[in-house]
């Protein structure tokens, strides 16, 4: 079982920076996918970025050059760096943990555990 608790989101202006983190329980967590999905009102969620133990990357079309995910296996954390914010990227963000296959990283039905979310609301 792994639990998951997301802080780090809030309110900023467009174009300004977030960073989200997500903190892991148990001592499995370097063997799992770390992800990070978002979900904006009458939205379903969408992928936004995922990344392997090993350094493999994955990020949505519409966020890749703004945002880094990154991890800290040590300390049990997975982290997502915002540049750049755009109004459409407001959303609440939920950390995810999984494994999925390289082909299939951005259907959320393939992770198994889910944190609880957090807000990020970009101004205009």
């Known amino acids: 079982q792994v639990q998951l608790v997301e802080s780090g989101g809030g309110l900023v202006q467009a174009g300004g920076s977030l960073r989200l983190s997500c903190a892991a329980s148990?001592?499995?967590?370097?063997?799992?996918?770390m992800g990070w999905f978002r979900q904006a009102p009458g939205k379903e969620r969408e992928f936004v970025s995922c990344?392997?133990?090993?350094?493999?990357?994955y990020y949505a079309d519409s966020v890749k050059g703004r945002f880094t995910i990154s991890r800290d296996n040590a300390k049990n954390t997975v982290y997502l760096h915002m540049n750049s914010l755009k109004p459409e990227d407001t959303a609440v963000y939920y950390c995810t943990a999984g494994r999925p296959h390289p082909s299939k990283v951005a259907r959320a039905s393939d992770y198994d555990y889910w944190g609880q979310g957090t807000q990020v609301t970009v101004s205009s």
């Open positions: 990344n392997w133990s090993g350094g493999s990357t």
């Open positions: 148990g001592r499995t967590f370097s063997s799992y996918v």
